[in-house]
Each structure stands twice: as structure tokens, then as C-alpha cells.
């Protein structure tokens, strides 16, 4: 074991694991924006809603994170070419950079997985509770936000703490399209170094910190939420 | 594979005796494998490439006749300290690691680093031209370090590998390419590679090493000769003429 490069690299590997954390957290964000509505079209939305919505699931579900990566940033890449005056918008500066894409890629992905788990949830949630909800005179909007929607999330907590772990771990895909995110820095190190263990070692140990961190986090929130009723 | 060796063996062993007689030849040592455009052998076992094609004009500038020896790759080197052979002629990059065991003449090609861009950027080779620009390199390779070192005003951007960032530059997404002209040249002769061309050559010995030189055995008196050769085609316009039809770039490298 020799670590005679860590001093050099670190400033490299404190930037790659800051934008792990921020990939990470983005795309859970935006992706459980997301998977609200779409888990709840599938369960109560008319045809015209729902029937999109399954199929955005079963299309990101269905097709490796990788292709979605590549398609969305080699694929339209190559497109550009073609589209007069698109390098001097002013949206160029954000096409260029990988980091929108990786962002993109992920939240629908983060989406489409959370968009399934919400349409059990939102299915799960005893049918009596909403009904004693509307006799009580909520609106709908008043029945999602007291009801349903915090009634779903309770169920669903421990599923949503395994699925942001898991997206951590999907995170180094971002490295194949020039994000050099914890990964990608130590892909660098090892190339340069040729030292195989250590970065490895090192990177599997900031993984590991991180999936602490989410586990303590969830924990924490799931004993925010209320306790179910009765 | 063993036929092949023990004829190989056995013309090398002819050679030698007939070299013991005369002394009068050059016996130069190439390994047969295709190393395009530099070397292969043909159908007919005759060896053809550019490489060839220098060392008989280096021959010929020295007035001396050569003969090849056809020698595995890493036989090469045990082959020259051994006397079985006098020179190599194999692009053989000159080294530090090498350089204990043999001798090299100067350089005769080094494949200049090169940068790359669209043919209506203002880009070359001068580093302010690249100030606030992106660039794309391979990761963890000389031309990495030759951005980092001279370019430090542009953005780097590091690709795993090679037809990515091209693809990348043909988007339009990064500013410039920096990598080896040998390498560049196939997307340049592309339909993608339309949209770009060579806007310089990029020079650090110290980054990208000195080239390719004539392997020699320490001391060996051809040294002299071979530099004065190398020096002649040079001058004369031999090498240019050989060079035109394979490179669309100086293989001499500067």
C-alpha cells in the first residue's frame, strides 16, 4: 500500500466527492418532484395522463442508465451541428457542459424508479382514511397534502432510502460523459499513478461514508414523519 | 509460427556469416510486423512503408549497402548488443530506459502533438489563443500534460477516449483538440473531421520525449555517419519527397 499521491490528488478528490453529492442530491430532488405526479396520474389520473405516465416508467426503467446518458449527450451532440445559431444562444454555455446532461439523465431516471414506487404508494394508502377525508370536507388539494401524500411517503420511506443508495452508486456513469465526479478523479489517479488498490480503496470508502450518510439522513426523516395513525 | 522463426533465424545466421566476410554491409534489424504506413512486408515478403523507404535513402546518403534482418520486436535490442545486427530501424522512441543499454542517432520523426480546431477558429498553437477556450485531451497522456503546463488559461476537459472528444469537437461543444498527429489524422480525412484542421504543432521535449531515432550499439562509429545522413535527405528534399505521400502533416515534427 503506498499513499505518497493522496496530498497531490487531494484537492481532485475533494471536488470529485463534492460533485458526487451535488449530482446525487439534484437528481433525487428534481426526479421526487417528478415522481409525485407521475405516481399519482397512474393511480387517479384519467387515460390521457396516466397512460404517458406508465409509459415514461416502463421506457427509463426499462433501458440501461448508461444508453440515456449517452443518448442524451453524444446523441444530441451530434446533433448541434446541424441547428444554425445554437452556439451563439445564450442556452450554449449550459449545452456544452456535461453536467446538465448527467443532471437530466439521472433525475429521469430517479423519476421514472420513484414514479413506480409513489403509484404503489399512492394505491396503498387505505381507501377509508380518504374517504373519511372528503366527509370531513377537504378539498382534494387539502386531501392529497394532509392524507395522501404523507400517508404514501410514510409507507414508502425505507424503499426511497434504498433507491437514493442505489442512485449513488449509478453515479460514476457520469464519469463516461466527462463528469469527473469521485469515480472519474479516481480513474484519473490510477492511469497516472498506476497504482490500482489505493484509489480503489479510497473511492470505495467515500461510497461507503456517503450510503452512512443517506441511512442516518432517511432514519432521521422517518421519524419526523408521523407515526400512523391510531 | 516456429517454421517461420527458424527460416528467419536461419537467414539472420546467413547474414551474419556473409556479414563476417565482408563487412561491407549495414545489417539493419525490422520487425516484419505491419506497423502501418511505417513498415510491412508485402505478399511477396519484400518489406515496403515509409520507414523503408527513409532507411534506404539514409543507405544511400551514407553510400553503404543494407540488408534487413528480419527480428522479432523484442529480439531487437539483444539482437544489436549481440552483433547479430549493426542498427534499428523500427520506430524505436528514443528513451531514458533505452538509452542505458544502446545508443540512438538523432531523431528522423516524431509525430508532433497537435491542436486541432474548426477551420474558421482563430485557434493555434500560440497558448493566449486558447485563452477561456475548451479544450479536450485524452486522460492521463503527454498531451494532458502539455495543457496543463502551457494552456492553463483554458478549460481542460478529459476524455476517456480518443473518438470521444473528436465527437465532441465535431459538436461543437469544445473549442480545440490536442493529441497526436498520427492519431488525428484518420478523423481529419473523415467527413466529421471536415469541420476541423491542424492549427499548429505543439513543442515540449520535455513533455513529449525526443522521437524516434537509429537504435545503435554504444560507441558504434555509424552514430556520426548516420546523423550526417539523417541531416543530408533532410536538407536535399529527399525526406519531404518520401514523407508527402503518407503524411498530411511534418512527420519530422519540427
Redesign the interface.
Known amino acids: 500500500m503506498e499513499w505518497y499521491w493522496l496530498g497531490e490528488y487531494a484537492p481532485k478528490l475533494l471536488s470529485g466527492t463534492w460533485l458526487t453529492i451535488q449530482l446525487l442530491v439534484m437528481a433525487v430532488f428534481f426526479g421526487m418532484l417528478l415522481a409525485i405526479p407521475i405516481g399519482l396520474a397512474q393511480v387517479t389520473g384519467p387515460k390521457i395522463f396516466s397512460l404517458p405516465a406508465r409509459a415514461f416508467c416502463t421506457t427509463f426503467r426499462g433501458t440501461p442508465l448508461l444508453i440515456q446518458l449517452w443518448l442524451l449527450y453524444?446523441g444530441l451532440?451530434?446533433?448541434?451541428?446541424y441547428m444554425d445559431g445554437i452556439?451563439s444562444s445564450f442556452i450554449w454555455p449550459y449545452?456544452?457542459d456535461?453536467f446538465p446532461y448527467a443532471i437530466v439523465a439521472f433525475t429521469l431516471s430517479v423519476a421514472a424508479y420513484e414514479g413506480e414506487i409513489m403509484r404503489g404508494a399512492f394505491k396503498n394508502v387505505p381507501k377509508g382514511e380518504l374517504e373519511a377525508g372528503i366527509a370531513s370536507g377537504m378539498s382534494r388539494f387539502q386531501l392529497l397534502r394532509r392524507i395522501w401524500l404523507p400517508r404514501a411517503l410514510q409507507n414508502v420511506m425505507p424503499t426511497l432510502a434504498g433507491e437514493m443508495v442505489l442512485t449513488l452508486k449509478a453515479t460514476p456513469l457520469a464519469?463516461?460523459i466527462?463528469v469527473?465526479e469521485i469515480f472519474g478523479v479516481g480513474?484519473?489517479i490510477r492511469?497516472?499513478t498506476y497504482r490500482i488498490y489505493e484509489p480503489l480503496l479510497l473511492i470505495a470508502g467515500v461510497y461507503i461514508c456517503l450510503t452512512g450518510v443517506i441511512v442516518v439522513l432517511f432514519h432521521w426523516l422517518e421519524n419526523r414523519v408521523p407515526k400512523a395513525s391510531g | 509460427m516456429k517454421k517461420l522463426k527458424s527460416v528467419l533465424l536461419g537467414s539472420a545466421a546467413s547474414l551474419v556469416l556473409v556479414a563476417g566476410v565482408s563487412q561491407a554491409e549495414i545489417r539493419i534489424g525490422i520487425d516484419p510486423a505491419p506497423y502501418l504506413p511505417f513498415s510491412a512486408e508485402s505478399a511477396s515478403g519484400q518489406l515496403e512503408g515509409w520507414e523503408i523507404q527513409i532507411a534506404d535513402a539514409i543507405c544511400a546518403a551514407m553510400n553503404e549497402d543494407c540488408v534487413w534482418v528480419k527480428t522479432a520486436w523484442d529480439g531487437l535490442i539483444p539482437a544489436l548488443t549481440s552483433n547479430k545486427i549493426d542498427a534499428i530501424i523500427n520506430s524505436m522512441s528514443i528513451t531514458e530506459e533505452r538509452m542505458k543499454t544502446i545508443d540512438f542517432s538523432n531523431k528522423y520523426y516524431n509525430t508532433p502533438a497537435v491542436i486541432v480546431a474548426p477551420k474558421d477558429s482563430n485557434i493555434s498553437a500560440d497558448a493566449a489563443s486558447t485563452d477561456g477556450m475548451y479544450i479536450g485531451v485524452q486522460v492521463a497522456t503527454t498531451h494532458a500534460n502539455y495543457v496543463e503546463a502551457h494552456m492553463g488559461s483554458a478549460t481542460i476537459k478529459s476524455y476517456q477516449n480518443f473518438d470521444e472528444h473528436n465527437q465532441d469537437l465535431f459538436s461543437g461543444r469544445i473549442d480545440a483538440v490536442v493529441g497526436d498527429s498520427m492519431a488525428m489524422q484518420p478523423f481529419l480525412e473523415s467527413t466529421e473531421g471536415q469541420c476541423c484542421e491542424i492549427k499548429g504543432d505543439l513543442h515540449d521535449v520535455a513533455i513529449f520525449g525526443p522521437g524516434v531515432g537509429v537504435g545503435l550499439r554504444k560507441g558504434s562509429d555509424l552514430k556520426a555517419k548516420i546523423n550526417a545522413a539523417i541531416d543530408q535527405i533532410r536538407a536535399d528534399g529527399t525526406f519531404d519527397r518520401i514523407s508527402k505521400p503518407f503524411f498530411n502533416f511534418d512527420i519530422y515534427g519540427g
Open positions: 453524444y451532440g451530434s446533433l448541434f451541428p452556439r449545452l456544452r456535461a464519469a463516461t466527462t469527473y480513474t484519473i492511469q497516472e
